[in-house]
């Protein structure tokens, strides 16, 4: 097996990310500016267990969009450079994951096609803090189209959007987990690449 890592760094006018990532280590280091956020990403690194470091200086005296979306794009540009041809990998991931009184259900696939399925509705103002919980959706969205990957979140039922959060970043997780595990020696695909 390859090493299955990636370093990405971005610079914009409304962003600089570094980002560095092992899909078969573990370890966290985030710092994005957006404290509710570093505790997301925490949550992939941690239930998806990998080693994932993140620093993230962003246009935050604007809002924390720039910074989550960009973010997003950089960790899927990772996923995707880091899983190479994707030869051995199980490709399919997915996880129920319970938070207190909300579920969130995530399935993925590392296709090589990005299509993005987002069923979550959040409870009342919209802020968790002072994070915007529309840019959850973003984060992922920018996540699918770069990683190049089918994701479907789902939540049936929840109340505190703390909890719904939570428990979808940690689904993303756990599926992504299922997904990179290297289990074979062939591309799973009948097309014979991803």
């Not at 299509?115 to 103002?125: E, L, N, Q, R």
């Not at 770069?146 to 789902?154: D, G, V």
Request: aromatic share 6%; net charge negative; glycine share 10%.
């Amino acid at each position: 097996m390859s090493n299955r890592t990636a370093l990405i760094e971005r610079k914009t006018n409304e962003t600089e990310i570094k980002l560095d990532l092992d899909l078969d280590d573990s370890g966290y280091e985030m710092n994005t500016g957006v404290g509710f956020f570093d505790h997301m990403l925490d949550h992939i690194a941690r239930h998806g267990q990998i080693a994932l470091s993140i620093t993230a200086k962003g246009d935050l005296h604007v809002d924390d969009h720039h910074t989550v979306e960009d973010v997003g794009i950089v960790l899927g540009q990772a996923i995707d450079k880091a899983l190479g041809d994707k030869r051995g990998i199980e490709r399919y991931g997915s996880s129920d994951v319970c938070m207190d009184e909300s579920l969130a259900r995530v399935a993925l696939d590392l296709s090589g096609r990005p299509a993005f399925v987002f069923h979550v509705d959040f409870k009342g103002h919209g802020k968790i803090g002072t994070f915007d919980v529309q840019l959850v959706k973003e984060f992922f969205n920018a996540v699918v189209n770069n990683a190049k990957m089918n994701l479907h979140i789902e939540v049936p039922w929840g109340e505190n959007n703390h909890h719904i959060s939570e428990a979808v970043f940690k689904a993303f997780g756990r599926a992504l987990r299922q997904a990179i595990a290297v289990t074979g020696d062939q591309i799973p695909s009948t097309k014979g690449s991803l």
